[in-house]
């Protein structure tokens, strides 16, 4: 339905007829700019002397005409464009993401080809955080120090993006599993949303840092924010000879979640990781209400147009 940005500028409608009754004809007249004969000034007052009582009404209605159309066009004239609503789940959601040394590894395989720890997640990740339109996402980053990489944000393809670009170093090569997570609590302490989730990544051990994660996940559970937690990597800690490194600590992650109320899953494959990513989707579904917005299409250009045509041709009518 079409409506006006701003009506009351139609008030201004009636400020001609008002200066005309009163300045007076004669007064309005008289402000005329004075032209020497050599340059046409004798031609034009024989032209207003040849003008007649119609010429002058029309004038005036075409000027009135175009001060309407002006103030149309100021008032703004639109209305509200058909768009598709944003589906909202008032759910904040951090993805925490494991950067240490160890995710340099290249014991995964996609599409036949070895790839390292860090490409299968960036790979599936990537395309889990573009399927999480209507939560508001963030990106923290951890290796010997956390990071907040993306704020929380509704442009899920900017986290997308942001996970597409991580690389390893950034943070350190440590694991410092508490302090990602914590980074995520922190974050999500003045959220008035009405689900608060957190899904950490680690390929580690926990080996920076001086708070111990199960104690941050108890943080976590009584501010009622769930934890779900993904152990990468072929190896676990409980089940490798002493010593061997680029194990994950899957026991100290099922805690995490545990504690939380969140869920815990094992990741050994390319495979694997893509069907977390599905059953975190049914975890977390993303169906929710349309968000408000309006969307209006402006007309302003149409009645400013034509104002400008009728002053060209009154113009041209004059030289005429």
């Not at 008030?11 to 300045?23: F, G, I, Q, T």
């Not at 959601?93 to 995710?103: K, Q, R």
């Not at 937690?229 to 994950?248: C, N, Q, W």
Request: hydrophobic share 50%; with cysteine; glycine share 10%.
């Amino acid at each position: 339905m079409l409506e006006l940005a701003d009506p009351w500028i139609l008030l201004l409608l009636p400020l001609p007829l008002l200066a005309m009754r009163l300045l007076g004809a004669e007064q309005m007249v008289g402000g005329a700019i004075m032209v020497p004969d050599r340059i046409g000034g004798a031609m034009i007052a024989a032209e207003e002397r040849r003008a007649g009582p119609t010429d002058l009404r029309m004038r005036r209605s075409v000027l009135c005409g175009v001060w309407a159309l002006l103030l149309l066009a100021a008032a703004g004239p639109r209305d509200l464009a058909p768009v598709s609503a944003l589906k909202v789940t008032g759910r904040d959601l951090a993805i925490v993401l494991d950067l240490s040394g160890s995710m340099v590894r290249d014991d995964f395989y996609l599409n036949d080809r070895q790839i390292t720890r860090l490409e299968a997640v960036t790979a599936v990740g990537a395309d889990f955080a573009r399927r999480r339109g209507g939560d508001r996402v963030a990106l923290i980053v951890f290796g010997s120090e956390a990071y907040y990489a993306a704020p929380f944000t509704f442009d899920v393809e900017a986290i997308a993006k942001r996970i597409d670009e991580a690389v390893i170093g950034i943070s350190g090569r440590a694991t410092n599993i508490s302090d990602g997570l914590g980074l995520a609590i922190k974050r999500m302490a003045d959220s008035d949303a009405a689900s608060r989730v957190v899904i950490l990544l680690s390929d580690g051990v926990n080996n920076a840092g001086a708070t111990n994660p199960r104690g941050v996940a108890e943080l976590a559970a009584s501010m009622d924010i769930r934890v779900h937690t993904i152990a990468l990597g072929p190896k676990d800690l409980s089940t490798a000879a002493e010593g061997e490194r680029g194990v994950v600590d899957a026991a100290t992650l099922r805690a995490i979640s545990d504690i939380s109320g969140g869920e815990s899953f094992r990741v050994r494959t390319t495979d694997d990781l893509a069907v977390v990513a599905e059953a975190l989707d049914r975890l977390e579904a993303t169906d929710g209400d349309g968000l408000a917005a309006e969307v209006f299409r402006d007309y302003w250009m149409w009645p400013a147009g034509l104002a400008v045509c009728l002053g060209l041709w009154l113009g041209w009518r004059e030289l005429s």
